[in-house]
């Protein structure tokens, strides 16, 4: 079981990134998954997850209506788009797999980690 996460890199505020995380090893089209984020110095912050057809997303206060979370269950293949970012958005996201087709905002459900990619928002 795998997840791979890729996209990230340096943007200036107000700019966009989309992250997109590939699965393996399992059957992504039932498993919720979410995207986490660390950023320096702080604990990991759930940020947005999505359960296993799509039909329902949920957001952290601190992205939403900047952040769209998606999926293509069809391609294995989760997304994030991130627009209007902030300084404060810096950190590395994390893909994770939830053990069920829902998705919380429970750090500890959740049983696949991906390794990371870092997301910086500078001038």
């Known amino acids: 079981v795998h997840v791979v996460e890729s996209g990230g890199g340096l943007v200036q505020p107000g700019g966009s990134l989309r992250l997109s995380c590939v699965a393996s090893g399992f059957t992504f089209s039932l498993y919720g998954m979410a995207w986490v984020r660390q950023a320096p110095g702080k604990g990991s912050e759930w940020v947005s997850g999505?359960?296993?057809?799509?039909?329902?997303?949920n957001y952290a206060d601190s992205v939403k209506g900047r952040f769209t979370i998606s999926r293509d269950n069809a391609k294995n293949t989760l997304y994030l788009q991130m627009n209007s970012l902030k300084p404060e958005d810096t950190a590395v996201y994390y893909c994770?797999?939830?053990?069920?087709?829902?998705?919380?905002?429970?750090?500890?459900?959740?049983?696949?980690w991906g390794q990371g990619t870092q997301v910086t928002v500078s001038s």
């Open positions: 994770v797999k939830s053990p069920t087709w829902k998705s919380t905002g429970i750090l500890e459900e959740y049983d696949t």
């Open positions: 999505i359960i296993s057809n799509g039909a329902t997303t």
